[in-house]
């Protein structure tokens, strides 16, 4: 891969990862609780955000100090290894089950993790090409595996090859296209865009399925044929692409707090699986379907992003996040028996 730029570093980026994570939260809540309000809100949540924030990782890949292999599969694969766990725990407790751990079905949140090394390790492959070569390219894969009744959610190859032209999109977006997006009333353009996506979501209703957002279901489950299941990936890709850059046209801009929590996106995104399991496996409680818990709930998600990132936590949690904590610790007991 190419040397990296070097570039003090641009808090935009945190403030859309910040604004991005809370989203995240927001969205696997409102997927646990009943009513119709928060199933509108979550399919309108779905058409954007993970777009959104696959691209933002794209976008920051390409600033790692080096690419190595080694680095990127240890970063990512050892909090996947933990958490699966965790949440395996987690499952055999809530549902009475025997404890077991498949690496290869993956576990809920979890996916994101394998999905990410997958494309920084590719990433020297696209970093080669042209923005519009790369796009097209990433595209046509994305849209030709949604037809594959092999492409699924093992090893969240259905997500890797889906979602995979919108983090080679930002790995390959230019600064000065990042002026053109965010001007001084592009966010009035980015509401009125977001606002046309919640009628549609509330319009379509029963007509639409979250799960054509999750890129991980081969046709047969989505009850479509492959012809079908392409031509819904690729009006997918474009209206994510138009409400995903719609999105940050508005939240890449300078806003108190959302850097901290953007900064320390990994340590909310891992967490908030495990405080929301329960309600995962069991669905939240059947009277919570009035309209105003959808509100709620994104405030609620948005302290519980400012809480787990806050730097106690952030500490607290390295051990179960960070494969060199660990390499640190047995290095500092060497030292110390070396100075015995």
Known sequence: MATAVKRVRDTRIDNATGVLIVLVVWGHLLETLPGDAAHDANLWLYTFHMPAFVFVSGYVTRYASRWSPMAIATKLLFPYLVFTVIQRLLVSWWKGTAFHVDLIAVQWTLWYLLALTAWRLAAPVFARMRFSWGVALTALISVVAAGLPWVGKDLSLGRILGFLPFFVAGMLWK????????????????????????????????????????????????????????????????????????????????MPVLPSIGAASLVVYLLHGIVLFSWHIHGAPADLTAPIFVPLGLGASAVFAWLVSRPPVVRATRPLMDITWWSGLVSRRRERRSAS
């Not at 031509?231 to 997918?236: D, E, S």
């Open 175 to 254: 600064e000065r296209w990042t002026g053109w997006l965010v001007t001084r009333w592009s966010w009035a353009v980015g509401l009125a865009v977001l606002g046309a996506g919640a009628l549609w979501a509330i319009a379509a209703h029963g007509d639409a399925r979250r799960t054509w957002w999750f890129f991980s279901h081969p046709p047969l489950d989505l009850q479509m044929t492959s012809l079908e299941a392409m031509t819904l990936r690729a009006t997918l890709i474009v209206t994510g692409a138009v409400l995903g850059l719609a999105l940050l046209s508005i939240v890449m801009r300078s």
